[in-house]
């Protein structure tokens, strides 16, 4: 089972997992517990046993808080809401495309992901302040990686839970078909504001824990003022990203079957009309042979598989 639980204070758990399935926070108080963000659905049952693993029955959910609508952040909600009655609480956009159950700008229907929408029972808003844990966040909106995309900033302790608009000097892929032209410049700005922060530590959304907060968010910005100055690049990094997340999706598989997975989504067609200006198919051998030469990702057996730890 991946996944590593790192005590953070006496009311908060942070669910270190693979990249497959978001980070997990758990927030304890008197009341109950609150998870913010539940993993990848076909990863639910690992999730549900790192619940309990931290101390928390599944059945007793006080609350689940969704950073963002992408399947990786929201796989075990339905299921968790159904088992514990929890209400789940999102930002205004992400709920208003959960209740229309809108598979676009959750982008299942667009990367071909496993997914199950979910109900919306409260929204969260800018500069809302929540108390979590014993302790008081800040509601924050981060957009450019996903609109409506949320974040929490604890005040006292500099903490800043950044989901997937910073991980350590990296950040979520950016789909300008579904996010719009200017998600890079609204990443940007993000960053930007987020810089403008007390930070101490970064909790990102995947990966571990970034202690010296500032810089993390530096190198993210240095990287999007890249990508805005050379969109190429931006786009080289969304097929790596998504042939990375689909090689952990689908598990060993013969470099033709996931040709004929991408030849039938939306996403690689359009990446490579609108940015990269040669044939899908060029494209997809050329970055999966970066994606091996890279270590990402090997083949056994004849079958690619990705490297990195779902």
Known sequence: MSGRLLELAPG??????????????????????????????????????????????P???????SSHLHCDHVGANALLQRLSGCP??????????????DAWAAWPAYYGQDYRFFPVHETLRQDQRVALGGLEWLVLELPGHAAGQLGLFCPDTGWLISADAAWGGDFGVLTCRIEGWDAPLRQRDTLRRLLTLPVTTLLPGHGPLQEDGPASLERCLQRVESFIRQPRRMAEDQVRKILLYHLLMKGPVEREALWRFEQGLPWLPETCRTWLEDSPRLVFERMLDELLARGLATVDAGRLRATLDA
């Open 88 to 101: 789940i609480a999102t930002s205004r956009i992400a709920g208003l495309a959960a209740q229309r159950r």
């Open 12 to 57: 908060l758990c942070m669910v270190q997992r693979g990249w497959l399935s978001a980070n997990h926070f758990i927030f304890r108080d008197d009341q109950g517990a609150t998870l913010l963000d539940s993993g990848y659905i076909a990863q639910v049952r690992e999730t549900m046993a790192l619940l309990r693993q931290a101390g928390v029955d």
């Open 59 to 65: 059945h007793r959910l006080r609350r689940i808080i």
